[in-house]
C-alpha cells in the first residue's frame, strides 16, 4: 500500500521518526553554505523581487533551524519553500558546491510530510497522476470537450484563451490539448538497430504526449531516418517531478517505480528523451532519492540513469550525425537554454549545433539565453504573477534580436514562452528543436 502523508498539521509515529532522521540529514547538507551571496546574482526570483528571503541564502538560513519554524509557523516555511523554481541556477553558480536542490528537495518532503497534502494536490497526485491509465483517459475527455471553453489568442505562438476559466486560470494564454495523444498514435515500439548499430529506449513524456505530440514525433522521424533502433513501451507514466518537487513522495516513488519496471530488463543502448525536465529526473534525481529502496531497485535505477540521455545530446555526440554550416538568410531563430538541461546536464551547444545547421534558418543568440523563462513547473500554477514577471524579461529577450522563431529542449519552457509572447502580441513561433531538425532533414 502507498505509504499515507500524516493529517495536516501533526506528523505522528513511524511518520516523526522519519521526518527526524531527514532533519539530520539535511543540517548536513546545510553546513558547507558560507552565506557568500553569489546566489543573489542569478536568481530569477529574487531579480523580480529583490526580497531577501527568496533567493537561496534567505531560505538557507530559514532551513537552518527548520525543526523550529515548523512548530512556530509551518504555513510561511511551506510558502517561502514554494516560492522558488528549482532552476538550479543558485547551485550551478555556488563557489562552495552546496548541494542546494537536494537540499530543497529534501526540505520540501519534510514539510510536506509534516503538514500533509492540500485536498487539490491529494486528488492530482494520488488519485490522478499516479494511474496512467486514469490520467489519460481525463484528459481525452477535457481535450474532446475544450472547443466549449477556448477561443484563439495567437496563431503564432499556437495559443488559446479560456474566458470561463479564467477564475482558475487567469488570462493565461495556452494551446489546446492534442486531438490526438502520442500515446494513441504510437502506443508501442519495438524496432531492430539500423546502420547506427544503435538500439533507444524512448520515453516522450507528459507534455510531449499529450500536448506536443509533434514533438515526440519528430524525434521517432530523426532516429529512425539515422538508423536508430526504438524500444518505446506502452502505458509509461510521469516520470514524478511534479509529484517530487511538492514533497509527495508516496507518489513519485509510485511512478519511479512503475516507469523503471517499464525498462528494466530491455536491451537498449540508451533511453533517450525530449524533455530537459524528464532527462534531469531520471538521470539526476532518480538516482539521489534512494534511500528507501533495496539494493536490487537501486541498482536498477542506477543502471536506468547512466543510459539516460537528451535527444539533441544523443544525435551530436553519440551519433555524430553531420550537421554542414547552414547558409546565410532565411528565417530568424534563436534558443532558450532550459535550466534542466543546461545547468544540470550541461547541454547547451548540442541544440545550438543542430539549429546553426537547419537550412531556412539563420541562428542569432539573445541576450541571457541560459536565465531561466520563469514556468518551474508548478511555479507557475501557484505564483503566476511572479513567473510572469520574469518570463516577461525572457519574452523581451527574445524580441531583442528580431526573432521569427524561438527554439527550446524543453516542452515546459515552451509553454511559458508561449504564454509570454502571446499576451504580448508578437509573431513569433515556438518550436522544439527536433521539431525544426526534423522538418529540415534531407
Known sequence: MPERA??????????????????????DLLVTCMRCGFCM??????????????????????LNNLAHNLIRDAGSVNDKLNRCLLC????ANCPSGVKIMDIYLRARSIVTGYLGLSPAKKLIFRGILRRPGLFNALLALSGSLQGLFLREA???????????????????????LAST??????????????????????????????????????????????????????????CGIPALASGERASYDDLLRHNLRLFTGRNFDYLLTPCGTCTATIKEFWPKTQERRGEEEKTQIL???????????????????????????????????????????????????????????NFKEMPEADRCCGSGGSFTLSHYDLSTDIGKRKR???????????????????????????????????????????????
Open 88 to 91: 538550479g541556477s543558485c547551485q
Open 41 to 62: 546574482a542569478v536568481c530569477p526570483v529574487y531579480g523580480a523581487t529583490m526580497k531577501e528571503s527568496d533567493v537561496t541564502r534567505g531560505k538557507l538560513a530559514l
Open 396 to 442: 523581451d529577450n527574445i524580441v531583442s534580436v528580431e526573432a521569427e522563431t524561438v527554439a527550446a529542449g524543453c516542452p515546459a519552457c515552451m509553454l511559458q514562452i508561449k504564454d509570454m509572447l502571446s499576451r504580448s502580441g508578437d509573431k513569433v513561433e515556438v518550436r522544439h528543436v527536433m521539431e525544426l531538425y526534423a522538418a529540415t532533414m534531407y
Open 154 to 176: 495567437s496563431k503564432y505562438a499556437g495559443t488559446c484563451r479560456a474566458p470561463l476559466l479564467s477564475p482558475f486560470i487567469g488570462d493565461r494564454h495556452i494551446p489546446r
Open 181 to 238: 495523444p502520442f500515446h494513441s498514435s504510437r502506443p508501442y515500439l519495438d524496432t531492430p538497430s539500423g546502420k547506427s548499430g544503435l538500439r533507444v529506449a524512448f520515453f516522450p513524456g507528459c507534455l510531449s504526449d499529450k500536448i506536443f505530440p509533434e514533438v515526440a514525433e519528430a524525434s521517432i522521424k530523426a532516429l529512425q531516418k539515422h538508423g536508430v533502433g526504438i524500444f518505446m513501451p506502452a502505458g509509461q507514466a510521469c
Open 303 to 361: 543502471e536506468l540513469s547512466s543510459k539516460t540521455l537528451d535527444i539533441s545530446a544523443f544525435l551530436v555526440d553519440v551519433l555524430k550525425v553531420e550537421l554542414p554550416p547552414a547558409g546565410t538568410g532565411g528565417r530568424t531563430v534563436t534558443y532558450h537554454d532550459s535550466c534542466h538541461l543546461k545547468k544540470s546536464l550541461g547541454v547547451s551547444e548540442q541544440p545550438r549545433r543542430i539549429l546553426k545547421s537547419l537550412p531556412g534558418f
Open 6 to 27: 500524516p493529517s495536516a498539521g501533526r506528523a505522528e509515529g513511524r511518520d516523526l521518526t522519519r521526518l527526524s532522521a531527514m532533519l539530520m540529514e539535511l543540517d
